[in-house]
């Protein structure tokens, strides 16, 4: 082992002679002897040493609800771990705030109108560049096992094991390589148990690898699992400040849109329905937890106020519901890396694809570039490099995911990908030339919730917002309305930070090649 050691130090202290005296014949040739041996001796005694990377992404998991950030309606005590002994990112935002879109950011390090998938029912172009090939390709073992969602089958990966679509919350029959796999019970815990399977089993020990765990919870229409069908059950959830906005301090788009409680939670969405899909015995536990509350529906004579108060109450139930099994779930996967061992050399990433409305301005969804939706939950760990409960502030952007992976990696990014590697921010080494302001930019409309195309730019302390398909503009002082409910575009004192934010703006969609 020492002998290696050696030969190794000579190779490479012999590399910077060589380079610095390229005159001279005799060490070079020397360094070429060295390098050759090492390379010869080196697989015999060493296995790749670089981390382990366990990326979490859940669906939809606003940072409203999770304790680390402070929630005022639920606990996650598993996600909170990665907070404790890693870092919590307090302002990771995302560059188009829906589920495919953000995915493909992920996979390829570069805005929508460059991967292609701008809209929810794209297919995804599974031969471009992305960041599990370039793991892979790298030595690294890679698996995908959870929720897709991109309507190809997907690239990259030694092995899969996905939702069909959205997948259901129960009895997923789930797509691999090999065809079909037929599963009953709760898709948050099965995805979990095929991922501690894939860990235990299927993983080559030889390789570091990159997992893609991804849970489909708490995506729409929140159907919690059996063991948390009665959490929460007699308990008042705070209520928003802004679950009444009126729309009234905006430009038109706000008003306009369909994913408000008050009007577009359906039937299935409420369980005023019985779910489809469910076995007898899942059903019949499913019907017997909203039975009282379903009966007390009947007999209630509500106001238009109160019916919204209800709605909210039965909606956010719900979703925290959904958020406590993938909470616990998370758990699980943490524990087993402690007992496995491999906790020591894994970086661990907790995410949403984005974030989203728990009654803020009175909606659910995501869409908007208003913080709710636009800013996404970020937790990383990783022992030994980044300082156990620590937080950081600076602009982090799900653009730079793919990029940092590379980096964790010690893989070379490719200069097409357009994030920055956040590795200086978590090592507590922010550069100075970091970003001052991001670039989002969202494109579905009409359907399915009438949320018109924008993009805009924010900056510490301004968002400035241009539905460009009308020509409107939307101005919010951050630091004096963090709650954006009054749109300073149109006052007269805002002239001159509108123009300084309009030249930014330009800027950053031609550095960002976004001339649509
Ligand atoms: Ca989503």
Redesign the pocket.
Same mark, same amino acid.
């Not at 939809?60 to 990665?82: C, E, F, M, W």
């Not at 409107?472 to 006052?491: H, N």
């Given at each position: 082992m020492n002998g290696v050691f050696d030969w190794q130090m000579m190779a490479v202290s012999g590399i910077k002679y060589s380079v610095l005296g390229t005159s001279l014949r005799l060490p070079t040739l020397s360094v070429s002897l060295t390098l050759l041996l090492s390379i010869f001796l080196l697989p015999a005694v060493a296995k790749d040493s670089r981390p382990n990377i366990l990326f979490i992404m859940s669906? $939809?998991h606003g940072y409203q609800a999770i304790s680390a950030y402070g929630s005022k309606v639920n606990k996650t005590p598993n996600i909170d771990r990665l907070a404790k002994e890693g870092m919590r990112l307090d302002r990771c935002f995302v560059t188009n705030s829906?589920?495919g879109p953000?995915r493909a950011v992920i996979l390829t390090g570069k805005y929508s109108h460059l991967n292609g998938y701008t809209v929810n029912e794209k297919v995804f172009n599974g031969q471009q560049q992305t960041v599990p090939k370039l793991l892979q390709a790298s030595g690294y073992q890679t698996a995908l096992i959870g929720k897709w969602h991109l309507g190809s089958d997907p690239t990259g990966f030694d092995h899969w094991h996905i939702l069909q679509g959205q997948g259901p919350y129960y009895n997923p029959a789930m797509k691999t390589a090999k065809g079909i796999v037929k599963h009953t019970g709760y898709t948050t815990e099965i995805i979990t148990d095929l991922t501690l399977d894939w860990l235990e089993k299927g993983r080559d020990k030889e390789k570091p690898f990159f997992l893609m765990y991804q849970h489909k919870a708490p995506?729409r229409n929140w159907q919690p699992g059996p063991k948390y069908l009665d959490h929460y059950k007699d308990v008042e959830i705070p209520e928003p400040e802004t679950l009444f906005d009126d729309y009234s301090g905006r430009a038109s788009p706000a008003a306009k849109q369909k994913m408000s409680i008050a009007n577009d939670l359906t039937d299935d969405d409420l369980k005023l329905s019985p779910p489809k899909g469910l076995n007898p015995e899942q059903l019949e536990a499913f019907t017997k937890a909203y039975q009282e509350e379903n009966d007390f529906l009947k007999r209630a004579r509500f106001t238009k106020e109160g019916f919204i108060r209800w709605k909210y109450q039965r909606y956010v139930k719900d979703y925290l519901r959904c958020i406590d099994a993938v909470d616990d779930n998370v758990g699980r996967v943490l524990d087993y890396l402690d007992k496995s061992g491999l906790a020591e050399n894994t970086v661990v990433i907790y995410t949403? $694809?984005?974030g989203w409305y728990l009654g803020e301005h009175g909606w659910y969804d995501?869409r908007w570039m208003y913080e709710e939706s636009f800013r996404t939950p970020l937790f990383i760990r990783w022992p030994g490099k980044i300082k156990p409960g620590s937080v950081n502030t600076d602009m982090a952007m799900n653009l730079d995911f793919a990029e940092t992976f590379l980096d964790i990696a010690g893989v070379k990014v490719p200069t097409d990908m357009q994030g920055k590697s956040l590795v200086p921010l978590l090592t507590g080494n922010t550069p100075t030339d970091w970003r001052k302001s991001v670039y989002y930019h969202y494109y579905e409309f009409p359907q399915p919730h009438h949320v018109h195309p924008h993009y805009g730019i924010r900056t510490e302390r301004y968002k400035l917002i241009h539905f460009y398909t009308i020509d409107e503009w939307e101005l919010f002082d951050l630091e004096k309305d963090p709650q954006e409910m009054k749109s300073i575009y149109a006052e007269e004192g805002s002239k001159a930070i509108v123009e300084e934010l309009k030249k930014g703006l330009v800027g950053l969609r031609k550095q960002y090649e976004d001339q649509e």
């Amino acid at each position: 082992m020492n002998g290696v050691f050696d030969w190794q130090m000579m190779a490479v202290s012999g590399i910077k002679y060589s380079v610095l005296g390229t005159s001279l014949r005799l060490p070079t040739l020397s360094v070429s002897l060295t390098l050759l041996l090492s390379i010869f001796l080196l697989p015999a005694v060493a296995k790749d040493s670089r981390p382990n990377i366990l990326f979490i992404m859940s669906d $939809d998991h606003g940072y409203q609800a999770i304790s680390a950030y402070g929630s005022k309606v639920n606990k996650t005590p598993n996600i909170d771990r990665l907070a404790k002994e890693g870092m919590r990112l307090d302002r990771c935002f995302v560059t188009n705030s829906i589920c495919g879109p953000a995915r493909a950011v992920i996979l390829t390090g570069k805005y929508s109108h460059l991967n292609g998938y701008t809209v929810n029912e794209k297919v995804f172009n599974g031969q471009q560049q992305t960041v599990p090939k370039l793991l892979q390709a790298s030595g690294y073992q890679t698996a995908l096992i959870g929720k897709w969602h991109l309507g190809s089958d997907p690239t990259g990966f030694d092995h899969w094991h996905i939702l069909q679509g959205q997948g259901p919350y129960y009895n997923p029959a789930m797509k691999t390589a090999k065809g079909i796999v037929k599963h009953t019970g709760y898709t948050t815990e099965i995805i979990t148990d095929l991922t501690l399977d894939w860990l235990e089993k299927g993983r080559d020990k030889e390789k570091p690898f990159f997992l893609m765990y991804q849970h489909k919870a708490p995506h729409r229409n929140w159907q919690p699992g059996p063991k948390y069908l009665d959490h929460y059950k007699d308990v008042e959830i705070p209520e928003p400040e802004t679950l009444f906005d009126d729309y009234s301090g905006r430009a038109s788009p706000a008003a306009k849109q369909k994913m408000s409680i008050a009007n577009d939670l359906t039937d299935d969405d409420l369980k005023l329905s019985p779910p489809k899909g469910l076995n007898p015995e899942q059903l019949e536990a499913f019907t017997k937890a909203y039975q009282e509350e379903n009966d007390f529906l009947k007999r209630a004579r509500f106001t238009k106020e109160g019916f919204i108060r209800w709605k909210y109450q039965r909606y956010v139930k719900d979703y925290l519901r959904c958020i406590d099994a993938v909470d616990d779930n998370v758990g699980r996967v943490l524990d087993y890396l402690d007992k496995s061992g491999l906790a020591e050399n894994t970086v661990v990433i907790y995410t949403s $694809d984005q974030g989203w409305y728990l009654g803020e301005h009175g909606w659910y969804d995501k869409r908007w570039m208003y913080e709710e939706s636009f800013r996404t939950p970020l937790f990383i760990r990783w022992p030994g490099k980044i300082k156990p409960g620590s937080v950081n502030t600076d602009m982090a952007m799900n653009l730079d995911f793919a990029e940092t992976f590379l980096d964790i990696a010690g893989v070379k990014v490719p200069t097409d990908m357009q994030g920055k590697s956040l590795v200086p921010l978590l090592t507590g080494n922010t550069p100075t030339d970091w970003r001052k302001s991001v670039y989002y930019h969202y494109y579905e409309f009409p359907q399915p919730h009438h949320v018109h195309p924008h993009y805009g730019i924010r900056t510490e302390r301004y968002k400035l917002i241009h539905f460009y398909t009308i020509d409107e503009w939307e101005l919010f002082d951050l630091e004096k309305d963090p709650q954006e409910m009054k749109s300073i575009y149109a006052e007269e004192g805002s002239k001159a930070i509108v123009e300084e934010l309009k030249k930014g703006l330009v800027g950053l969609r031609k550095q960002y090649e976004d001339q649509e």
